[in-house]
């Protein structure tokens, strides 16, 4: 039986789906756009790192492992009983590691990125953590903050119009450029990072091919609407349907305007 999600439009799934957690499924049709669910963070850890400096994590959670484990340990002793409860039933890469570790893992395999005041924060929250990944996703997650400027609960938003009981997908890794790279790349980070292997329709062996032409499309007519205008009428027709070529084909793709103004 899959979990019900009070007031929201999605389900906890009955099991482990494809790649790893257990996910979430839509409990009903959802439309492009519309607001899928807004879940108040477990815990907020504050980084104290640049985005520069936090990159891929690696500064964070190997880089300076003794302040993470400080500083997950402090955003767990600030949160109720209630909240630690639920965070520590969120996905675990090794159910048998000790409490300290458990507590490391939930943290950096569940949390959503921000920035705020040039540092990055990370929200682990009782639902959206459990979002599983994509390379091409229908979600995308933002945070709402408080007049304190602190994340007071994350927004999760359909980036595709979603049939019910298909599952909610969000994609990771979200830095600019990383859905564009072939299969193969995208795999490789997602293995280093979250420990998993990429099972969507953009990595999966049979329908890779079809994707990564299509990104290098993409990457082709990114880097076309980034050159210099051209001087005649003819070329200037052309450009124009490049971009419409590009702007038609993101769309096709699910990406949001965030993405797209990214373009
Ligand atoms: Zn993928």
């Not at 799934?13 to 607001?35: D, F, N, T």
């Not at 002793?77 to 039933?89: F, K, P, W």
């Not at 939930?106 to 009782?126: D, G, R, S």
């Not at 293995?191 to 079809?210: D, E, I, R």
Request: aromatic fraction near 8%.
């Amino acid at each position: 039986m899959a979990l019900h999600v009070p007031g929201q439009l999605v389900d906890i799934a009955s099991g482990p789906q494809v790649c790893h957690g257990r996910g979430m499924i839509a409990r009903k049709v959802i439309s492009k756009g519309e607001l899928i669910l807004e879940d108040p963070p477990l815990i907020i850890i504050n980084t104290r790192l640049s985005l520069k400096r936090f990159g891929d994590g690696v500064a964070f959670w190997k880089g300076e492992e003794s302040k993470a484990t400080r500083h997950v340990e402090q955003a767990l002793q600030e949160a109720s009983n209630i909240d630690r409860d639920v965070y520590r039933g969120l996905h675990v890469m090794d159910p048998n590691a000790g409490k300290t570790m458990r507590d490391i893992d939930i943290a950096k395999h569940n949390a959503y990125n921000f920035t705020w005041n040039k540092n990055v924060y990370l929200a682990v929250c009782q639902y959206v953590s459990r979002i599983n990944h994509s390379c091409i996703p229908n979600s995308m997650a933002a945070g709402v903050r408080t007049k304190e400027g602190i994340v007071g609960s994350i927004r999760l938003v359909a980036t595709k119009d979603i049939l019910q009981n298909e599952e909610i997908f969000l994609e990771y890794q979200t830095e600019d450029q990383f859905w564009l790279q072939s299969a193969a790349v995208r795999m490789s980070e997602l293995q280093q990072n979250w420990h998993f292997q990429c099972a969507c329709p953009a990595c999966h062996a049979s329908t890779c091919q079809f994707y990564d032409n299509a990104f290098a499309h993409i990457r082709w007519l990114r880097a076309i609407a980034s050159s210099a205008l051209p001087d005649t009428e003819l070329q200037l027709i052309q450009r124009i349907n490049d971009l419409k070529i590009l702007i038609s084909m993101l769309l096709a793709f699910g990406f949001g305007d965030g993405r797209l103004s990214a373009a």
